[in-house]
């Protein structure tokens, strides 16, 4: 295998007819550039100059290889400006993952901030909850994901992956405004034993089982959905009541539910996520830093 860097060397010496002129030029001394000439002609079992009175010729093969060696170069020199872009961040892409409220709220503030002083950045996001985002990152389907964690189910520690925590999510209960409790500035999860409840996602539902458990009693759900939307317009039209995270609250709220902090219950932490062999790629380091930021802005301004 023939070292790029003594294709370069050879295109220089070929462009200037000497290995003075071409050792002036790379900022080589003169033995350096001879001596990578002579490992070069090694490789490939060939001489490729020879001395004339005039300097240097082309051996055959060496016209062979200066044939190639132009476009070999600006491959090269191609190849080293786009990544020096990559690194400096004046292109690339970014992919994430995230769940749907994070969608709504955490990524648009950190698209827009990471857009407005890097705008040649490209960035693609597709959604899924947790551990299904975590997988997807583990597959090398995103580059950073966003997910969700209550006391409990935390991720376990991974060498290969490394988190940024980025805010705590309080819980709030999800109340028609008729309802009893609604003036209330908050409740505590025992005095809604009664109730019926529309339950969330999976991991979602697991937490409101284990804080019902430890509240003492055990929920009657009405109705079952992902759907954020949905539980709300359930709530509305009486179907039950609903344990929903604050972050969905700030952007969608049906006219006809309140929200109510639950005193006592331990709020979902959101953090983001990367492979630890990709948290070092600018691009992935920035989304990162940028994420860690808005949610401390958040938490700061709730």
């Known amino acids: 295998m023939v070292d790029p860097r003594y294709i370069g060397v050879f295109h220089e010496v070929v462009r200037t007819g000497s290995y003075t002129a071409a050792a002036r030029n790379l900022g080589y001394s003169q033995p350096a550039v001879s001596q990578q000439m002579r490992a070069l002609e090694r490789v490939l079992e060939t001489p490729l100059f020879l001395r004339a009175s005039g300097g240097l010729e082309l051996t055959?093969?060496?016209?062979?290889?200066?044939?190639?060696?132009?476009?070999?170069?600006?491959?090269?020199?191609?190849?080293?400006n786009k990544i020096a872009a990559v690194r400096e961040l004046r292109r690339g892409s970014i992919r994430l993952c995230a769940f749907p409220s994070a969608s709504a709220t955490l990524v648009p503030s950190a698209v827009a901030r990471v857009t407005e002083h890097h705008p040649e950045l490209r960035i693609r996001l597709s959604e899924a909850e947790p551990p299904d985002s975590l997988e997807a990152l583990r597959r090398g389907e995103c580059d950073v994901a966003l997910a969700f964690s209550y006391p409990g189910t935390e991720e376990p520690a991974a060498a290969d992956i490394t988190g940024t925590d980025v805010l705590d999510d309080p819980m709030v209960a999800v109340l028609p405004v008729a309802h009893p409790l609604a003036d209330r500035d908050s409740v505590a999860l025992e005095e809604l034993a009664g109730q019926r409840w529309i339950a969330g996602c999976p991991r979602c539902r697991d937490h409101f089982l284990r804080s019902c458990e430890a509240a003492g009693f055990e929920p009657d759900i009405a109705f079952t959905t992902d759907d954020n939307l949905a539980v709300q317009g359930l709530v509305a039209a009486g179907v039950g009541i609903a344990l929903m995270p604050a972050l969905v609250?700030?952007?969608?709220?049906?006219?006809?539910?309140?929200?109510?902090?639950?005193?006592?219950?331990?709020?979902?932490?959101?953090?983001?996520?990367?492979?630890?062999?990709?948290?070092?790629?600018?691009?992935?380091?920035?989304?990162?830093?940028?994420?860690?930021?808005?949610?401390?802005?958040?938490?700061?301004?709730?």
Do not use: C, K, N
Request: charged letters at 20%; zero cysteines.
């Open 60 to 80: 055959e093969a060496g016209r062979i290889l200066a044939g190639h060696a132009d476009s070999v170069v600006e491959d090269l020199t191609a190849a080293e």
């Open 249 to 302: 609250l700030s952007f969608l709220r049906h006219p006809d539910v309140v929200g109510r902090p639950v005193a006592g219950l331990p709020h979902r932490r959101v953090t983001a996520y990367a492979l630890w062999e990709q948290h070092r790629i600018p691009a992935t380091a920035l989304m990162l830093e940028t994420f860690g930021r808005i949610g401390a802005e958040m938490a700061v301004g709730s």
